[in-house]
């Protein structure tokens, strides 16, 4: 098992430029999720998705769009990037709902992360 | 306004040595809490969770604790080693929230042979 996977590792855009990154999970997790890390900061969440098709926003949505066309996949794509875009995204991906009581812990299985840079 | 707080400082430790790391929050009522493990230019990996409902766990050489009065929990390495030397972040989850977490920025830890 690969487990999470992102693509690319690293990229440099200019101001006003487009790109998609992919993240792809081999555990038939239903739940994924897109973050950016800041230095300072902790991970915040941009967009989520609870299943294929769905799509739901997060902390920090502005600028960023998602898709879900398949359950093993989640792109997050900047249509105009801007400096203020420049971080760490990681994908994530989960099992269901923790309650109160049962065995699921939660836990998010994370990809390795793309270092974006805006220039 | 609603807050996540670990010590921003470096802790460093001795090898052998018990670390204590915290993390305070404020105006959240988790329904759990997770810590995770992150080293440098990698994603974060799962240790542990904890609920609401639950005063300790633990797992190994690692225990939490969770204080949902004083709004905080305490992530302990007992007999540290070098290879824990990393950045641990803890995550709240809210109930019913399809595993949203909303993370602290981590304390790094080094530990010293």
């Known amino acids: 098992n690969a487990g999470v996977t992102q693509t690319p590792k690293f990229r440099v855009l200019k101001t006003g430029q487009s790109m998609t990154l992919l993240c792809a999970q081999d555990m038939n997790h239903e739940y994924m999720y897109w973050y950016r890390q800041d230095p300072g900061m902790g991970l915040r969440l941009i967009h989520y998705s609870v299943g294929e098709g769905t799509t739901a926003k997060g902390e920090v949505p502005d600028g960023y769009n998602v898709s879900r066309l398949k359950k093993q996949n989640f792109l997050l794509g900047l249509e105009s990037a801007a400096p203020s875009q420049t971080s760490v995204y990681f994908c994530a991906s989960s099992l269901t709902y923790v309650g109160l009581a049962g065995s699921f812990s939660g836990e998010q299985f994370f990809g390795p992360g793309t270092r974006l840079t805006v220039l | 306004s609603q807050k996540i707080e670990q010590n921003s400082e470096a802790l460093n430790i001795q090898e052998g040595k018990t670390a204590t790391l915290t993390c305070n929050y404020t105006?959240?009522?988790?329904?759990?809490l997770q810590w995770y493990r992150q080293d440098p230019g990698r994603g974060p990996v799962f240790l542990l969770l904890?609920?609401?409902?639950?005063k300790e766990k633990r797992k190994e050489r690692l225990k939490v604790t969770f204080d949902t009065t004083l709004k905080q929990s305490l992530f302990h390495i007992t007999a540290s080693q070098p290879a824990d030397s990393a950045t641990y972040l803890c995550?709240?989850?809210?109930?019913?929230?399809?595993?949203?977490?909303?993370f602290g920025a981590g304390t790094r830890l080094a530990v010293h042979p």
């Open positions: 105006n959240y009522s988790p329904a759990y």
């Open positions: 995550a709240l989850g809210v109930s019913g929230g399809y595993n949203k977490l909303i």
């Open positions: 904890i609920r609401e409902n639950e």
